[in-house]
């Protein structure tokens, strides 16, 4: 059975100060859910403080980004054994990742790798844009980015990583796909890419989340699809009591 799985991506957004406080707010409401993986991923300047708040419970911690090389000069990036000192998860190829900051299959490819090497958990993210969805390429772009990014990689190492869909269009809009949408690509696109390329033993253990104007509102339907393992959340994750009732919901998805 997959666990099911709920990540907050923070982005760009709270100081140490005001991350200290909305971790403060969350802490009761996310010990009191269990048999869910819950991982927090804020801005790195808070990793270390976060990590000696949630020390001792089994909330998770990620960062959003990491450089694949092990140290160098490479100004203005962290190393996998810098993420490691406070992390067990790193966010792979966002799409703002990708769209602002120009990583590709291939980087995200390569931070994958090294993730997994330095015993991190990547949460792969793949989707496509409104474009490319409008021109029926939904299922192109997404077995392109699954299989590139996951490139070389063994059944051993699949099955410990995380893929969030996240459809472009879907994030920061208010405008979730559709359940049926997610399931959909989820299910035949992604699962199914990575049963041709890992065997399907490997394909079912994966978990594969769905992002994009995820809320408290709308998470239970998420959850209650049969390939849906959980979700990566932005906006409504710097709310307690949003990112605790989406947790809530994850929990009450299992059967
Ligand atoms: P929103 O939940 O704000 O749409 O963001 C989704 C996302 O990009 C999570 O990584």
Redesign the pocket.
């Known amino acids: 059975m997959r666990k099911p799985f709920v990540?907050g991506?923070w982005?760009m957004n709270k100081t140490v100060e005001q991350a200290s406080l909305l971790v403060a707010d969350l802490l009761p409401g996310l010990q009191a859910i269990q048999k869910i993986e819950r991982v927090l991923c804020p801005p790195f300047p808070s990793l270390m403080v976060i990590s000696q708040m949630i020390a001792g419970t089994d909330i998770g911690l990620g960062a959003q980004n990491m450089h694949w090389e092990e140290s160098g000069a490479f100004t203005g990036e962290v190393a996998p054994a810098m993420v490691k000192e406070f992390c067990d998860y790193v966010?792979v190829g966002?799409?703002?990742r990708r769209q602002f900051f120009a990583e590709t299959d291939q980087t995200v490819n390569a931070k994958v790798k090294a993730a997994l090497k330095m015993g991190l958990t990547p949460i792969v993210?793949v989707g496509e844009t409104i474009t490319e969805n409008e021109a029926g390429r939904t299922a192109e772009i997404v077995q392109r980015e699954v299989l590139e990014g996951l490139k070389d990689l063994s059944s051993e190492d699949a099955v410990k990583l995380v893929i969030?869909y996240?459809p472009i269009w879907?994030?920061?809009?208010?405008k979730?796909a559709t359940s049926q949408q997610a399931e959909d690509i989820i299910g035949k696109i992604v699962r199914g890419s990575l049963a041709d390329r890992f065997g399907s033993e490997s394909a079912e253990q994966i978990r594969i989340l769905y992002?994009?104007?995820?809320?408290g509102s709308n998470a239970a339907e998420f959850f209650g699809m049969p390939d849906i393992d959980g979700a990566?959340?932005?906006?409504?994750?710097l709310k307690a009591d949003e990112f605790i009732q989406i947790c809530q919901a994850a929990q009450g998805s299992i059967k």
Not at 170 to 174: D, N, P, V
Not at 232 to 237: E, K, R
């Open positions: 990540a991506n982005k966010i966002h799409s703002e993210c969030a996240e879907a994030i920061g809009t208010g979730a992002g994009g104007s995820v809320k990566l959340v932005g906006g409504a994750s």
